[in-house]
């Protein structure tokens, strides 16, 4: 009988950064984690592992730091490393159509093979999300095996003593096969010292098969997250651990090529739609996800935790749309442009247009927990940068009408699409009356791109602490542990919203009560949008129209109406609390969006933006009064608790004795003065 004393580590890392990160905290990543890890890996040839990179970090640090990835391609050609594949915008395949899945992974393993000429035969799932659909794309991609988490197996029945090599599964007639993470070396590495890592690989031998210890996850644990950079090479983490595998008699190190040529599978296996544990506490609503928190703190009080935990499942990723109705409105303008882009005949489309709905397929602006850039401005930019871009190419080749009226979302209330060359006004038909997205083709932005405050679970942790607890024993506390604060947080700054926040919300100022009104449409044309109201008799009219680079909303009132009339105009604008975004008034510098401002009598201005690369005007036919604040929602990232500025909130006021109002936005590239 065979005796085995060996265990194989298949160790693997994941690099990747959002589409429409800034470029100076990409070039951070690198030089404190990308650079010095492959520096360091490279005078170690007998260690074998896997990488993997998302398609436009790849492109990213080879035009700029082509020597640092000439050591990776050398690595590769020697077989040190194997490269995985995937979607190459690190899309969640499962949320994209199957023709783009098909699209995104053929593109990133075309780009491998250019660049470093080895295709890849493994692929590395965004955020592990796991839902059998994918296994015809990934298939049908030449895609021989992924990594999953060790918990996907056990939320299948398996028991972790079975989860050893690979496993097969099939769907539609195709088949993968599937590796487990180990969750025990994702929290150990580098976490724990290195001489307490290697000695768990080395109790994973086995007498009956070929152990082996899969690890895969994100390089940036390697120097990026809060205290890893001195931890991992200034205190030498990484050659310690590198070392003491190599010196150990019981471990060797393979590319998952090589282990998955060498061993059989260990049977077939059908995984439930899942993703990691975290991941599934974080897609659930404050209120599920505070009995989901409280049910695992009370099962591992008991000490039943990790034989039960595959049955204390959370949600899914796609709780995502459901909770964050921003996200589902992102998901499904990508959706449709998807179905317009592969409708048009061959020789319309473009490979312009291909770039841009991948990169609206860029994962990191459609969900939020401890990571996730929701949250995020600027990435939700990105993702909204080149859905219009992409509209407007498709609209090139192939006009639509000036309006439409669909429920693009799905949630039970239309939308009116009005469109000229220039600009696109789209209006929920929920009673509001307001804009829920404003795009202007010319700078490729949607204004209306406003986050809404909501409850988050994580707002508890916030009212109950506010320093980090005190990290016992040795290593280096995780991310996911970390309680920190990187701005002050009030209470008033956690309040949820109760609507969305829009361009043109109404509302009656009546003996100081504020009434919000409620609208019915009237009629929809090329024309405009009309709508009306009735308060106690008295009609409000509203419409809103465009003209070539100018979003006009005008109102009509009763003439025996009394008080104050007040609209809010939620405006995203790229520079948020910078220095690059002011507002100007008859050529001065008033002051820039992260301050207060208030205005008497305005009646003309400018919202300039250097970000941006354009303005923003205000005129109206008579004067009004103006209040701008900065917009605010407060988040968590692996930094801490953070306010991150998402808007700049105008709000507008004038009495309702002025029978007839227009306001007018008029949209121009260019910053007004320099």
């Not at 690890?215 to 120097?223: L, N, Q, R, V």
């Amino acid at each position: 009988m065979k005796t085995y004393e060996t265990v194989s580590l298949l160790f693997g890392v994941h690099a990747h950064q959002p589409v429409g990160n800034f470029p100076e905290v990409v070039d951070d990543a690198h030089q404190r984690c990308y650079k010095p890890f492959l520096h360091i890996l490279h005078r170690y040839p007998e260690f074998r592992f896997a990488a993997h990179f998302s398609g436009w970090l790849l492109d990213y640090l080879f035009n700029k730091y082509p020597q640092d990835m000439a050591l990776l391609t050398e690595m590769v050609q020697r077989g040190q490393v194997e490269m995985f594949g995937g979607g190459d915008t690190e899309p969640v395949l499962a949320v994209i159509p199957n023709r783009d899945r098909i699209g995104q992974i053929v593109r990133l393993s075309d780009k491998l093979e250019a660049r470093m000429g080895t295709r890849a035969q493994g692929a590395w799932l965004t955020e592990r999300v796991w839902e059998a659909t994918v296994v015809p794309a990934l298939s049908d991609s030449k895609i021989k095996y992924v990594t999953v988490d060790d918990y996907h197996f056990l939320c299948s029945g398996k028991r972790i003593e079975e989860l050893n090599g690979y496993f097969t599964t099939e769907e539609d007639g195709r088949k993968l096969d599937l590796f487990p993470i180990s969750e025990a070396l994702r929290y150990r590495m580098p976490f724990s010292p290195a001489h307490e890592v290697v000695a768990y690989l080395e109790s994973l031998t086995r007498n009956d098969m070929q152990a082996s210890a899969v690890y895969f996850d994100d390089i940036e644990k390697f120097g990026i997250w809060p205290e890893t950079y001195q931890w991992v090479y200034e205190k030498g983490w990484l050659e310690d651990f590198i070392r003491g595998v190599l010196a150990s008699p019981k471990i060797t190190t393979q590319t998952y090529r090589d282990y998955h040529a060498n061993e059989k599978t260990r049977g077939i296996v059908y995984l439930p739609t899942t993703s990691y544990i975290e991941m599934n506490e974080w897609t659930l609503p404050m209120a599920a996800a505070h009995t989901y928190a409280d049910l695992v703190h009370t099962e591992k009080a008991s000490g039943h935790y990790e034989e039960r935990k595959a049955f204390l499942r959370g949600g899914i990723w796609k709780n995502f749309f459901t909770r964050y109705p921003e996200s589902n409105w992102m998901h499904k303008r990508m959706l449709g442009l998807s179905e317009r882009l592969h409708a048009l005949p061959e020789e319309k489309r473009t490979p312009e247009m291909l770039d841009q709905l991948y990169i609206a397929q860029a994962n990191d602006a459609y969900w939020h927990g401890l990571f996730g850039g929701l949250y995020l401005p600027h990435l939700r930019r990105a993702v909204y940068g080149a859905i219009v871009q992409l509209e407007s190419l498709l609209d090139n080749a192939l006009p639509r009408v000036a309006c439409i009226c669909t429920d693009a979302d799905s949630d039970g209330h239309d939308e009116v699409f009005l469109h000229n060359a220039m600009l696109q006004a789209i209006v929920k038909l929920d009673g509001s009356a307001s804009l829920s997205e404003l795009d202007s083709y010319q700078l490729h932005h949607n204004f209306g791109d406003t986050l809404r405050r909501q409850l988050e679970h994580y707002f508890r942790k916030i009212e109950s602490s506010h320093a980090t607890h005190p990290h016992e024993g040795s290593g280096i506390v995780s991310a996911h542990d970390r309680v920190a604060f990187k701005h002050e947080i009030t209470a008033k700054n956690l309040m949820a919203d109760s609507h969305a926040q829009t361009l043109f919300r109404d509302s009656l100022l009546l003996d100081d009560e504020e009434i919000e009104l409620a609208y019915e449409l009237i009629e929809t044309n090329t024309e405009g949008i009309l709508f009306r109201t009735d308060f106690g008799g008295k009609t409000i009219q509203k419409r809103i129209s465009l003209n070539a680079n100018c979003l006009c909303v005008s109102y009509n009132f009763d003439s025996a109406l009394q008080g104050s009339f007040l609209t809010r105009v939620a405006l995203a604008m790229p520079s948020c609390n910078g220095y690059a975004g002011r507002y100007i008034r008859d050529e001065k510098i008033l002051s820039g969006f992260g301050s207060e401002l208030e205005l008497t009598d305005m009646n003309g201005l400018v919202l300039d933006d250097r970000v941006l690369g354009g303005n923003l005007v205000f005129n109206n036919n008579h004067p009004i009064q103006l209040l701008g604040m900065p917009y605010f929602t407060v988040s968590q990232s692996e930094a801490g608790f953070e306010k991150i500025m998402q808007a700049v909130m105008l709000t507008l006021r004038w009495p309702l004795s002025q029978n007839e109002m227009r306001v007018m936005l008029t949209i121009n590239s260019g910053n007004a003065m320099p």
